[in-house]
Nanobody
Framework: QVQLAESGGGLVQPGGSLRLSCVAS????????MGWYRQAPGKQRELVAM???????NYAESVKGRFAISRDNAKKSVYLEMSSLKPEDSAVYYC?????????????????WGQGTRVTVSS
């Protein structure tokens, strides 16, 4: 199986930046696409960004221009650089991994999930 471990969350003021990291372990050869989701209290879990093994990317409209996803294919790690953070970005952020070659079309395409790292944007 695959295990995913997120890190990098914390408390940051509006306008600040954070870098989230996710490291995969176990049967990492099962992984191709990776992504980040987030869930805020009272909200559904939503896609933040995804990246294929070929480094094609897709972002939620709410984070375009502010967040950047990247990866290390050899290590099966994925990163999320977050800048110009807003209070509405506050959520638990989850790393996810998929066996799909190319960009996953649905959340169900992600077979492996981390336990989340909390991001709080507040003054």
């Amino acid at each position: 199986q695959v295990q995913l471990a997120e890190s990098g969350g914390g408390l940051v003021q509006p306008g600040g930046s954070l870098r989230l990291s996710c490291v995969a372990s176990g049967r990492i050869y099962s992984i191709n696409a990776m992504g980040w989701y987030r869930q805020a209290p009272g909200k559904q879990r939503e896609l933040v960004a995804m990246i294929s093994s070929g480094s094609s990317t897709n972002y939620a409209e709410s984070v375009k221009g502010r967040f950047a996803i990247s990866r290390d294919n050899a290590k099966k790690s994925v990163y999320l650089e977050m800048s110009s953070l807003k209070p509405e970005d506050s959520a638990v952020y989850y790393c996810a991994a998929s066996p799909k070659v190319g960009l996953p079309r649905t959340e169900a395409s992600y077979h492996y999930w981390g336990q989340g790292t909390r991001v709080t944007v507040s003054s």
